[in-house]
C-alpha cells in the first residue's frame, strides 16, 4: 500500500507562472519529508525538505507547505522556468532513514 | 567527489539468469540505500546500510534479492533468479550523518535493468 501518494502523474505550466505539485501521506507518524527532482538518465537529487515542527520552508524560488492535520504538502515553485522540466518526487519518513517515496510528477514548464 | 557510481548503467538479461548491480557510495558517508523504481510503485526502498550493516531489508520483494556491504567503499544487490517482473531501474543513494535535519541522501545515476 501507498502510504505517499501523488495523484497528479503529470503538471504543464507555462513559464513564469506558479508551480503546485501535491503530495498526500497516510501515516501520522510521519515527521519529515523531502522534495526530490530528478531528470531523466540521472538519479534524483534533493531540492527542499521540512520537519513537522514547521508548516512551510522557502529556499529561493521553491516553498514547502505541509497541512499535518490534512496529511498533505505541497511544491509551489515560483517563478517557473523551462530548466524546472523535470520529475518530482515527494518523501516522508518517520525515523529520518526509512523513507517512503511518492510515485512522482512530471513538470513540463513551456516556454 | 565523483559521486554515487552505479554500474553497469545497463543491463539486459535473460529470465532465470543471475543479476550483480554495484554501488560505490562517496567516500565518507556512513549511511547506503538501495531503491527500486517502477512505473507503478514508483521508489521503493528496498534494504539500506549503516556503517555496512543491514539495518532494515523489509522492502526486499522476494528470497530472490540479496543486498551486501563487504566494505565502506562497496555495495552489491544481487538478484538471483531473475525475472521479467524484476525490469526496474534500480538506485543506490549515500549519506553521511551529521545529525543536521539537512542531511540528505545522494543518488548514483541509477541502473536500468531488463529481464527478458
Known amino acids: 500500500d501507498q502510504q505517499v501518494k501523488q495523484n497528479s502523474p503529470s503538471l504543464s505550466v507555462q513559464e513564469g507562472r506558479i508551480s503546485i505539485l501535491n503530495c498526500d501521506y497516510t501515516?501520522?507518524?510521519?515527521?519529515?519529508f523531502l522534495w526530490y527532482k530528478k531528470y531523466p538518465a540521472e538519479g534524483p537529487t534533493f531540492l527542499i525538505s521540512?520537519?513537522?515542527?514547521?508548516d512551510k520552508n522557502e529556499d529561493g524560488r521553491f516553498t514547502v507547505f505541509l497541512n499535518k492535520s490534512a496529511k498533505h504538502l505541497s511544491l509551489h515553485i515560483v517563478p517557473s522556468q523551462p530548466g524546472d522540466s523535470a520529475v518530482y518526487f515527494c518523501?516522508?519518513?518517520?525515523?529520518?532513514?526509512?523513507?517512503?517515496f511518492g510515485s512522482g510528477t512530471k513538470l513540463n514548464v513551456k516556454p | 567527489d565523483a559521486g554515487v557510481i552505479q554500474s553497469p548503467r545497463h543491463e539486459v538479461t535473460e529470465m532465470g539468469q543471475e543479476v550483480t548491480l554495484r554501488c560505490k557510495p562517496i567516500?565518507?558517508?556512513?549511511?547506503l540505500f538501495w531503491y527500486r523504481q517502477t512505473m507503478m510503485r514508483g521508489l521503493e526502498l528496498l534494504i539500506y546500510?549503516?556503517?555496512?550493516?543491514?539495518?532494515?531489508d523489509s522492502g526486499m520483494p522476494e528470497d530472490r534479492f540479496s543486498a551486501k556491504m563487504p566494505n565502506a567503499s562497496f555495495s552489491t544487490l544481487k538478484i538471483q533468479p531473475s525475472e521479467p517482473r524484476d525490469s526496474a531501474v534500480y538506485f543506490c543513494?549515500?549519506?553521511?550523518?551529521?545529525?543536521?535535519?539537512?542531511?540528505?541522501?545522494?543518488f548514483g545515476p541509477g541502473t536500468r535493468l531488463t529481464v527478458l
Open positions: 543513494a549515500s549519506r553521511w550523518t551529521s545529525g543536521a535535519s539537512t542531511d540528505t541522501q545522494y
Open positions: 501515516n501520522s507518524m510521519f515527521d519529515y
Open positions: 521540512i520537519s513537522s515542527i514547521k
Open positions: 518523501a516522508a519518513s518517520a525515523n529520518f532513514n526509512k523513507f517512503y
Open positions: 567516500s565518507g558517508h556512513d549511511y
Open positions: 546500510f549503516n556503517n555496512n550493516v543491514p539495518i532494515d
